[in-house]
């Protein structure tokens, strides 16, 4: 690859990067809750797809991938730390009118979650979501009817 060729990957990275660094941070906080780790995972995954950017055909989708998996991950992680620590995390900073969604959101199972904001945050059909957390379509369809049954009724 000539120093030519390899600018302009870059500069077509600092594009995608500057397109998606905003939405990625947002993406991150709705599946993990906290702000200063969504950064950090926003930021991990970008370093992931920007490592593996010349061979990306949809970088959007799999920085999305990188990114829910990223979250899981923290999520088992913090599970287990609630387990052997005790720890109890604190609710996210957010505005009065916010609070009472995302506490209810927030009270979902996080495959639950994960659905709900890929579905309504981000807008994704229910085959990319399926695509993105490698399940079957039905079982999307399934994880949000029954998040969404548990989301009315709590809200009612």
Do not use: Y
């Not at 926003?42 to 920007?50: E, G, I, M, P, S």
């Not at 991950?73 to 005790?86: D, F, K, M, N, T």
């Not at 399940?135 to 989301?151: C, G, I, M, S, Y």
């Amino acid at each position: 690859m000539s120093i030519r060729e390899a600018g302009s990957l870059d500069d077509a990275f600092e594009a995608f990067f500057e397109a998606h660094c905003l939405s990625t941070v947002r993406l991150a906080f709705l599946l993990v809750g906290r702000r200063e780790v969504a950064e950090e995972l926003a930021q991990d995954a970008l370093a992931v797809v920007h490592r593996r950017w010349a061979e990306l055909d949809n970088p959007g989708g799999f920085l999305r991938t990188t990114l829910v998996n990223m979250a899981r991950s923290h999520q088992r992680r913090a599970i287990l730390e609630r387990r052997v620590l005790g720890t109890i995390v604190p609710p996210p900073p957010l505005d009065d009118d916010d609070r009472a969604v995302w506490d209810e959101v927030r009270a979902l199972r996080p495959r639950d979650r994960e659905v709900i904001v890929l579905r309504f945050h981000e807008d994704l059909s229910l085959e990319q979501i399926a695509s993105v957390l490698d399940l079957p379509v039905n079982t999307v369809k399934t994880r949000q009817r029954r998040a969404l049954e548990r989301l009315r009724r709590r809200m009612s």
